[in-house]
C-alpha cells in the first residue's frame, strides 16, 4: 500500500506519523508546502519526499487570497500524485492541506483536523466556512485527534468522524532518573509549549509566584521549555512578580529531550486558552507527572479531574496556584495521581495502538 500525505514535513506530528506507519511496511510520501530543514524523512526505507523545493512563502499567509493561489499549486500536485501513485491521500489539515487534497481531485482522500483548521479558521469568514465545508464534504474518511474537536467539526459536515488521538510512545516518555539542572531538594513547576499568546504562559507564571508568596520556606523553582514572541514579555513578567531568580527560561528543546526534562519536574502546567488536544499533557502524563491543566478544547477529557492531575477555569491563576500548592505540599498525592496519570495514558493514549488504528483505516 502507498499513502501520500499532504502534511507539513517539519512538524514533529508529520514525523511522527510517517515514520511509524512505513514501520509497518506501507510506502509513504510526503507533499509539504515548505521545504525540509533536515533528512529525517531519510532514516528509514519507505519515505519520499515529493516535493523537495517547497514553494514560495506567500502561499503560507492567512487570508483568502492565499487560498486561492493554491490553484496555482495543483499542477505540481498531480504531477506528484502521478509519479508516486498512492492508494490514499491524505490531508493532515483540513484548512490547507484539505484543500490541496480537495482541488486535486484524487480519491479516496482522507482528511485529519488538527485544531485551528477547525476552531478559528471557518470563522475568519464566510469563504472560509464554505472551504472547510467542501473539504469534509468531499473526504472520504475524516479523523480527529480529540472528542471536543470532533464535536467542533461535527458544525461544518454531517460525515462520521473517528477519532484517533496523538499517542505517547511508552517506551520513550516513562519515569527515569536524569542528569538534573536543579537541585535534588528543589521542587520544580514546569511546561513545553510555545511561548505565544494561546497557552497562556502568563497565568502559569502567576500561579506560580502566588504558591512562591505562600510558601516562602519552600524550594520552589519555575521550568520553561520553549521559545516563541512572548519570551521577552513573559521574562519580565517574571522580574516584576520577583521570581526571576526561581525561574529558568530552556529555550527550545529537541523532541528527543522532552523526556528527560519532563523527569525534572515535580508538577506540569498546561493553563491555555486554546488546546485542541494537548499532546504535551499526555506526554508528561506518562512520566507519571500530576498535570495542572485548564478546562478548555481537549484537556478536560484528557486529564480526570481530582485522578490523574487537575482541571481548573482559565485564566484563574489564583485557582491554578491552590492545584499547583496542593500538589507541592504533598509527595503522595503526587506520587499517587502521577501513577493515576501514567494508567490512563497507557489505557487510552499508547502510540502503538494509536498507530494500529491510523493502519486499520487505511
Not at 173 to 179: D, G, L
Request: proline share 4%.
Amino acid at each position: 500500500m502507498r499513502v501520500l500525505l499532504l502534511a507539513d514535513i517539519n512538524s514533529i506530528h508529520t514525523r511522527r506519523w510517517a515514520l511509524a506507519i512505513a514501520a509497518s511496511g506501507i510506502e509513504i510520501g510526503i507533499f509539504s508546502l515548505g521545504k525540509s530543514n533536515g533528512d529525517w524523512y531519510q532514516q528509514i526505507d519507505g519515505i519520499t519526499n515529493c516535493n523537495e523545493k517547497g514553494f514560495a512563502e506567500s502561499v503560507f499567509k492567512r487570508g483568502i487570497i492565499s487560498k486561492l493561489n493554491y490553484l496555482k499549486l495543483i499542477p505540481a500536485l498531480r504531477k506528484a500524485i502521478k509519479k508516486f501513485n498512492p492508494d490514499i491521500l491524505h490531508a493532515h489539515y483540513a484548512s490547507s492541506y484539505g484543500l490541496l487534497g480537495n482541488l486535486s481531485g484524487f480519491q479516496p482522500l482522507y482528511i485529519s483536523i488538527w485544531g485551528n483548521d477547525v476552531y478559528e479558521f471557518p470563522r475568519r469568514g464566510k469563504m472560509q466556512k464554505l472551504i472547510l465545508k467542501s473539504n469534509l464534504k468531499n473526504a472520504d474518511k475524516i479523523f480527529s485527534t480529540s472528542w471536543s474537536m470532533k464535536r467542533e467539526a461535527e458544525k461544518y459536515t454531517d460525515k462520521e468522524i473517528v477519532v484517533i488521538p496523538f499517542g505517547v510512545d511508552l517506551d520513550d516518555f516513562k519515569p527515569m532518573t536524569v542528569e538534573s539542572e536543579f537541585s535534588s531538594t528543589d521542587i520544580v513547576v514546569g511546561t513545553i509549549k510555545t511561548l505565544e499568546s494561546d497557552y497562556a504562559i502568563d497565568v502559569l507564571i502567576r500561579a506560580f509566584a502566588i504558591v512562591c508568596d505562600r510558601n516562602p520556606q519552600l524550594p520552589l523553582k519555575l521550568l520553561i521549555c520553549g521559545q516563541g514572541s512572548m519570551q521577552n514579555m513573559l521574562e519580565g513578567l517574571c522580574k516584576d512578580l520577583g521570581i526571576s531568580d526561581k525561574t529558568t527560561f530552556k529555550g527550545y528543546i529537541n523532541h528527543e529531550e522532552v523526556p528527560r526534562y519532563l523527569n525534572m519536574m515535580q508538577v506540569f502546567g498546561c493553563l491555555s486558552d486554546n488546546e485542541s488536544f494537548g499532546v504535551a499533557v499526555v506526554e508528561a502524563m506518562a512520566c507519571e507527572k500530576p498535570v495542572v491543566v485548564s478546562n478548555v478544547g481537549g484537556l478536560p477529557e484528557v486529564v480526570e479531574n481530582g485522578r490523574s492531575g487537575a482541571v481548573v477555569p482559565s485564566q484563574s491563576p489564583k485557582l491554578a496556584a491552590d492545584a499547583i500548592e496542593t500538589l507541592v505540599l504533598n509527595p503522595a498525592v503526587r506520587e499517587k495521581i502521577g501513577h493515576n496519570a501514567r494508567s490512563r495514558v497507557a489505557k487510552m493514549y499508547d502510540w502503538k495502538k494509536c498507530v494500529d488504528s491510523m493502519i486499520a483505516n487505511y
